[in-house]
Nanobody, 116 residues
């Protein structure tokens, strides 16, 4: 099983990035998915989640700016991040959690840096 994030990088405040998380080795549609992030010196926190049925929820800090989505045909999850702020700087991780067993998997993380 592998989860591979991509799309991170350096962006100016107010800019946009789209993160992708490509999965292999699992039946993607059976998993609830999430993006989490961890900034230096801080605990990992939930950014956004999408259930196997497509319901979404977001951290208050990103509501209205970030959009989570999934494409089960491509075994890929996305995080569209707009109006980025310096406080969004963190390593972003994707997580897949089986909707019945709870078995979960993590990606290796991708760095997002928002700075002028």
């Amino acid at each position: 099983v592998q989860l591979m994030e991509s799309g991170g990088g350096l962006v100016q405040p107010g800019g946009s990035l789209r993160l992708s998380c490509a999965a292999s080795g699992i039946i993607f549609s059976n998993y609830n998915l999430a993006w989490l992030r961890q900034a230096p010196g801080k605990q990992r926190e939930l950014v956004a989640a999408i259930t196997s049925g497509g319901r979404t929820n977001y951290a208050d800090s990103v509501k209205g700016r970030f959009t989570i989505s999934r494409d089960n045909a491509k075994n890929t999850m996305y995080l569209q991040m707009n109006s980025l702020k310096p406080e969004d700087t963190a390593v972003y991780y994707c997580n897949a959690d089986h909707r019945i067993t709870g078995r979960d998997y993590w990606g290796q993380g991708t760095q997002v840096t928002v700075s002028s």
